[in-house]
């Protein structure tokens, strides 16, 4: 599983990040979260918004800040 | 109960308990300052400590009501739902709906940069997405409710009639200019359909959830700013003499408004903050116009967000962008000050 987080370094990116690390350290995935900030890579993934969440290529959520609960609900499936 | 039924209940109990603390704050607070305290009325002190006492409980209260209403609204609006409505606009029209589309959008400077290529990308013209850049920052939803708050509806009104013609007429000009050359060739390159994920679907409950994170997530971070815009609004409430700023920021000084509009262009605050700032210069006579000036160029336009913006344009585009906006603001602020 891959799991990336999409933004250039603003602080609702970094809360996002430690959001997704928080939910993946609980569900023992043992996976690292790819932080992507460069501008040119984030528009890849084609979002308007962000912070992205982006789960194996899938974007999952745009411009939000999850809570460790919601990116769990993302992981799980 | 239903779940719908019960989110309506704690939303009337909560409307209720919100009317209740707007009433009690103002005698609270003359009480404390001028018997609990014993403070002489009249005094620099007094007045300053009085003032501070009102207002924050008054702001912070209009603030949480605000954003959370606001929080519902934007529930309705998302950045690839805008994107939609204006691809495919022409010009003059796409200029006033990316305006309009501006106030109600959610929108966070840190996103100016997906947000400019998601528009490009479809075929919105640089001016109409130039309108929407200009709009969203500038006509902002908790500075208008806090000026009718505060000043009354007249004063919101011309907020956001100037803002907005503003957005739209800087937006047309620097479209006819065809400065597109001046964007970074990559984002051209970069052209490609939408990403198509699907969007959440929200009931009423969910919607009244949007505002209550709204309003734990800007109130939790704004409320030092009004904190500290309120204790400079209360030194200058107590401490500035009356009519002195008259003299100064009145409307028989010309050179009032672009001294505003350029000491404001680089500085950057929370429209939360700036407002009660806004009050106390009003208070001690400078002119509506200047005031006005003053504060759209703080909150429209700032140095991080042309930062974050020189990564998709190039430095010309973005000294015209900042050039428009500023002369319209200026434009304001002397209409302002002629007409009132």
């Keep these: 599983m891959k799991i990336q987080v999409l933004g250039t370094g603003c602080a609702k990116c970094k809360q996002l990040t430690a959001s997704a690390e ?36 899938q974007v999952r959520s745009a411009g939000k800040v999850l809570s460790p609960e919601d990116v769990k609900a993302y992981l799980r499936w | 109960m239903s779940r719908t039924a019960r989110t309506a209940l704690l939303l009337a109990l909560g409307l209720a308990a919100w009317i209740a603390a707007y009433l009690v704050i103002q005698p609270l607070a003359e009480w404390l300052s001028f018997s609990a305290l014993g403070l ?30 606001v929080g519902i609204v934007r529930s309705f609006f998302t950045a690839e739902r805008t994107r939609a409505i ?25 996103s100016a940069v997906p947000l400019f290529i998601g528009f490009v990308e479809v075929g919105v013209p640089l001016g109409v997405t130039l309108s929407f850049l200009i709009s969203a920052p500038m ?30 007429l800087s937006g047309f000009v ?40 709204a309003v734990r997530e800007i109130v939790g971070k704004v409320w030092p700013w009004v904190l500290a815009g309120i204790a400079v609004g209360a030194g200058i409430h107590g401490y500035v ?27 950057y605050s929370n429209a939360a903050g700036i407002i009660p700032v806004v ?28 930062v974050i913006l020189r990564k998709v344009l190039r430095p010309p585009l973005i000294a015209a962008f900042v050039g428009v906006v500023a002369t319209g603001i200026l434009l304001v602020g002397w209409l302002f000050n002629a007409v009132l």
């Design chain 1, 22 to 57: 928080k939910a993946v350290a609980e569900l023992g995935l043992g996976v690292p979260v790819e932080k992507v900030e460069d501008i040119r890579e984030i528009m890849k993934f084609k979002v308007m918004s962000t912070p992205a969440l982006v789960v194996d290529g």
């Design chain 2, 40 to 69: 002489a009325r009249g005094s620099h002190l007094g007045e300053s400590v009085a003032f501070f006492l009102y207002d924050t409980p008054k702001v912070l209260l209009l603030l949480v009501l605000i954003v959370f209403l």
């Design chain 2, 279 to 306: 009050e106390a210069l009003l208070g001690k006579g400078a002119a509506l116009g200047t005031v006005l000036a003053f504060m759209m160029s703080v909150i429209g336009l700032s140095l991080p967000e042309v």
């Design chain 2, 139 to 168: 006509v902002n939803e908790i500075a208008l409710v806090l000026l009718f708050g505060l000043f009354g509806w007249k004063v919101a009104a011309l907020y956001l009639v100037t803002g907005l013609t503003i957005a739209i």
């Design chain 2, 86 to 110: 204006l691809a495919g606009k022409r010009e003059s029209v796409g200029n006033v709906l990316a305006a309009l589309l501006g106030v109600v959008t959610p929108f966070c400077s840190c």
């Design chain 2, 241 to 267: 003499p009356e009519g002195l700023l008259a003299t100064f920021m009145g409307k028989s000084a010309w050179w009032s408004v672009p001294a505003a509009v350029l000491i404001g262009v680089p500085m």
């Design chain 2, 174 to 213: 620097l479209g006819r200019m065809k400065l597109e050359r001046f964007v970074e060739p990559w984002v051209y390159e970069s052209m490609q359909a939408a990403a198509g994920f699907e969007q959440e679907r929200l009931g009423f409950t969910g919607r009244v959830e949007k505002g209550l994170e």
